[in-house]
């Protein structure tokens, strides 16, 4: 079965603080219309000024996904009647775009161009508000050529996309709404469907999902196929038609005739592509050279910028080994375990250097370390203080552990027999019961020394 699927990625950029064609803010009071002007709201007289901040930004994400800059390009009206496009048109680019011809993953970009965001409808019962607090707002949409084959890479190259964004600080994992995209489906003959405004990176790959599975029953039945565009429900995780699908000359394109040619120097985008930051991939190359460390960990840790620049701070301080491990495992486990982000968590390198000098310093176990980082996760404190207040520093003394294995044995006859018996998993249970009568404070090696000296 040939499956082709194109995307169109709408994404907010979150470090302009004005929109992109007046100097309304993007941020700010949320009671619904006060960060508007007659141009963002589309009054008669009214006229649009470039963002030049928003460009620059543009031109950042164009050069970081290998695009050719064009350095002549311009505005255009997209013609539609949609109650959230205050001018009945968009200003956006089509005939000349910003960047072109750009590869991320294998995957060709077709462009990528500016427009504004439109209004947001609010639909309450049987009637619909709309706020044009976010019309306006500067856009960047990246449109790809239909080369993804499957759900799965799809879902790679929004992982990497998500990733290059971050970090060049155009978006931010705190809102998924700064990230909006509309996939095209067409699987075998039937025509190409659009699924418009998926939010986030997982909605895009159940929508596709879903349908794939719907065309396939088309196809297989006598139900006339035709071209049009569905939206996506989260909630339902279906899939809704909402119209037939408009070609680009029924958007009636023209050049917006209140804004200039734009010109961009070479030597202006030499100036932005020198003010880039170190991307993911680079970073992961340099963690590899610098602290021996795996690609594959290099990966984990550098696929979030804050969790990757904390690192850095406590590896500078902490054997890089140990710094590895913990990012690479324990932080990760608790972060999932409790859905949150590093940047939500908010635990500092202060924190972290305190709690791995500990267990560096085998002041205390692996499994005190492990429990006070779930306790961290839930209230900050300092390691040092806790681990004093509850006297949980290691017990390495072989006269208080010889204590606590007698006790064990004594306790589990039965362990102990099937252990002599040859079950030396019954070493491991014995073990546990001494790890638990310490609070987990024990040293393990002596523990397990100690335990087979005597049980032998």
Known sequence: ??????????????NCKSKLFCSCPTLGPEEPNTRTCPTCLGLPGSKPSLNKKALTEAIK?????????????????????????????????????????????NIRIRRIHLEEDPGKLIHEENHTLIDYNRSGTPLIEIVTEPDFTSQEQLRLFLQKLTIIL????????????????????????????????ITGIIDPIKAIECEIQRQSKIIKSDEKKVQHTRIWNPEAKITTEVRTKETEEDYGYITEPNL?????????????KGSLPELAEEKTKRFIKIYRMKENDAEVITS??????LFEKVANKIDHNLATRWFVREIPKVLNYNKITIEKWGITEKRLIELLDLL????ITETTAQKILEKLSQKLFSPKEYIKKENLEILS??????????????????????????????LNYIFGQVMRKSKGTADPYQVKKILEKKLK
Not at 400 to 412: G, H, M, R, S, T
């Open 166 to 197: 971050e970090y060049l600080g155009v978006y931010s994992r705190k809102s998924e709404a700064s990230l909006r995209t509309d996939v095209n489906v067409n699987i075998e003959n039937h025509p190409k469907v659009e699924i418009k405004n």
């Open 1 to 14: 079965m040939k499956i082709m699927i194109g995307t169109e990625h709408h994404v907010q950029l979150e």
């Open 61 to 105: 994400v164009a050069l970081a996904l290998n695009c050719k800059i064009n350095k002549e390009f311009f505005f255009s009206r997209k013609t539609y009647f949609y109650n959230d496009l205050p001018n009945s048109f968009q200003i956006t680019q089509y005939e000349l775009p910003l960047a072109v011809n750009g590869k991320l993953n």
């Open 397 to 426: 003394g072989t006269t208080d552990i010889e204590k606590l294995c007698d006790e064990a044995i004594k306790e589990n006859p039965k362990a102990v027999q099937d252990y002599k018996s040859g079950n030396n998993v019954s």
């Open 304 to 309: 979030d910028l804050i969790l990757s620049n």
């Open 360 to 363: 560096q310093k085998n002041k």
């Open 260 to 272: 200039t040619k734009i010109e961009v120097s070479e030597k202006e985008i030499k100036e932005i």
